[in-house]
C-alpha cells in the first residue's frame, strides 16, 4: 500500500519526502523532544538518512512498516511523525512523536489514534504495543485515554541519552479497540 495518507480529526497522515528534512530536523535534533524517544538527538547528516531509510522501507513488498509525516489540515509542514512497524504476527508497534513547539494541542493523540485505527481497519493487525518511558506522563495518560492496556515494564529495554531506560508496555486488541 503506497503512497498512504490518512486523515484524521486534526492531523494528516503522510509518506515522507526529501523536502521534509527541515522540519524532520527541528524534530529529531531537538533535545526536549528525544528525552522521549528510544533514540538521542540527530543532526543533519542522520535526518536526510532517516527519511532517504524510511522512502526505501515505503517501497518494500511487502512493507515492513507504515512511518509516517504528521501534518495539520491546512499545513503540509512536519509537526511530527508516526509509525506501525510490524512486530509478530498480526501485530505493530506503534511509536510517535509531535515537535514541542506544538505539545499540548492533541496532535500526538489524533495521530496515535489515526494510525492504530489504521492498523486495524486497513492493515488487519490483531495487537498493537506501545513502549513508553516511564517518565513520560503525557504519553502514558495518552494511550490510557485512548484505550490501551499497561502490561508491565520492559527492564532496560532502550539505551538513550547515555543510559538505560525501562519502557512501560501497553496495548489494545482490535476487539478493544474504539476509534
Given at each position: ?150 502490561e508491565g515494564v520492559l527492564r532496560d529495554h532502550v539505551y538513550t541519552n547515555g543510559a538505560w531506560r525501562d519502557s512501560v508496555l501497553y496495548s489494545v486488541l482490535e476487539h478493544e479497540w474504539r476509534s
Amino acid at each position: 500500500m503506497y503512497p498512504v495518507h490518512v486523515t484524521g480529526s486534526t492531523v494528516v497522515l503522510r509518506e515522507f519526502s526529501m523536502q521534509d528534512v527541515d522540519d524532520v530536523l527541528a524534530i529529531i535534533g531537538d533535545d526536549k523532544v528525544t528525552t522521549w524517544l528510544s533514540f538521542d538527538s540527530r543532526n543533519l547528516d542522520q535526518a536526510v538518512a532517516m527519511i532517504e531509510g524510511t522512502l526505501e522501507r515505503a517501497q518494500q513488498n511487502p512493507r515492513t512498516e507504515y512511518y509516517l509525516a504528521v501534518t495539520k489540515h491546512d499545513d503540509s509542514r512536519v509537526i511530527g511523525f508516526a509509525r506501525i512497524g510490524f512486530a509478530g504476527v498480526k501485530a505493530g508497534k506503534l511509536g510517535y512523536a509531535i515537535a514541542a513547539e506544538q505539545w499540548g494541542h492533541g496532535y500526538a493523540t489524533d495521530a496515535a489514534r489515526t494510525l492504530t485505527t489504521f492498523a486495524f481497519t486497513q492493515l488487519g493487525l490483531h495487537r498493537v504495543s506501545a513502549a513508553i518511558g516511564p517518565e513520560n506522563a503525557a504519553s502514558i495518560a495518552m494511550v490510557e485515554n485512548l484505550g490501551f492496556t499497561r502490561e508491565g515494564v520492559l527492564r532496560d529495554h532502550v539505551y538513550t541519552n547515555g543510559a538505560w531506560r525501562d519502557s512501560v508496555l501497553y496495548s489494545v486488541l482490535e476487539h478493544e479497540w474504539r476509534s
